[in-house]
């Protein structure tokens, strides 16, 4: 099956500073990633949909300039936290689509800010 | 509204029960039909897409139908290995993003 990598798995930062996360398709190519953010015991919830090559598409409540994406390859979309603070604390998982509409997700990364 | 439940919330089961999770939903067009199985900790794995009424999909002892209203994952004999959190979903009518349930939650105690 298709493969979908993230980079860091586990993070730790201050409160303040900025945090960049990494999502790459190991083994196709893909123009749409998406970004979930997964809290303790619920479900993913969408925060945006990242397309090659143009500006990701925010879910409604989360703040763009807060939440950086870029998705500059085919293979490669990147998650930037700024100004992190303890409230952004979670679980963060992205996904890959494949060309026949599936996603393809990553193992996650765990954030805490301290 | 695109929307998907998921029955029961939590299942606990003993090794070699078999037993069905279910999935309901209710789309303006259906596109398709994902289960993913996500471990503690883990990003989901991808199960099965079933893309329409009377379809089935079979892998080891997972077998995914659908209907026009709901799909059932079906467990044959489980083991413990099989205990995670399994989550159905369906793409939005035009578009790719996916409306979750909020999942089953299976243990399967030897």
């Known amino acids: 099956g298709a493969v979908v990598s993230q980079h860091p798995s586990r993070v730790i930062c201050k409160s303040g500073t900025s945090v960049k996360i990494e999502c790459r398709s190991l083994?196709?190519?893909?123009?749409?990633m998406f970004w979930y953010r997964q809290f303790p015991k619920q479900s993913l919830m969408l925060m945006a949909t990242?397309?090659?090559?143009?500006?990701?598409?925010?879910e409604q409540g989360v703040e763009k300039d807060k939440f950086l994406i870029n998705h500059a390859s085919l293979t490669l979309s990147t998650l930037t936290v700024t100004s992190a603070h303890p409230e952004d604390s979670s679980f963060y998982i992205c996904?890959?689509?494949?060309?026949?509409?599936?996603?393809?997700f990553g193992p996650g990364t765990r954030l805490l800010v301290l | 509204e695109d929307q998907v439940t998921q029955s029961p919330e939590a299942l606990r089961l003993q090794e070699g029960e078999s037993s069905s999770l279910n999935c309901s939903y209710t789309?303006?067009?259906?596109?398709?039909l994902f289960w993913y199985r996500q471990d503690p900790g883990k990003g989901p794995e991808f199960l099965f897409t079933?893309?329409?009424a009377g379809e089935e999909k079979e892998k080891e002892r997972l077998k995914a139908t659908l209907t026009k209203k709901e799909s059932f994952l079906h467990i044959t004999a489980p083991k413990p290995e099989d205990s995670a959190t399994y989550l159905c979903?369906?793409?939005?009518?035009?578009?790719?993003?996916?409306?979750f349930g909020e999942g089953t939650q299976l243990t399967v105690n030897p």
């Open positions: 996904s890959a689509l494949d060309r026949v509409e599936t996603q393809y």
């Open positions: 083994d196709f190519q893909a123009t749409t």
């Open positions: 990242s397309n090659e090559g143009s500006k990701a598409t925010y």
């Open positions: 789309v303006s067009g259906l596109r398709g």
């Open positions: 079933l893309y329409s």
């Open positions: 979903a369906v793409p939005e009518t035009s578009g790719s993003r996916l409306t």
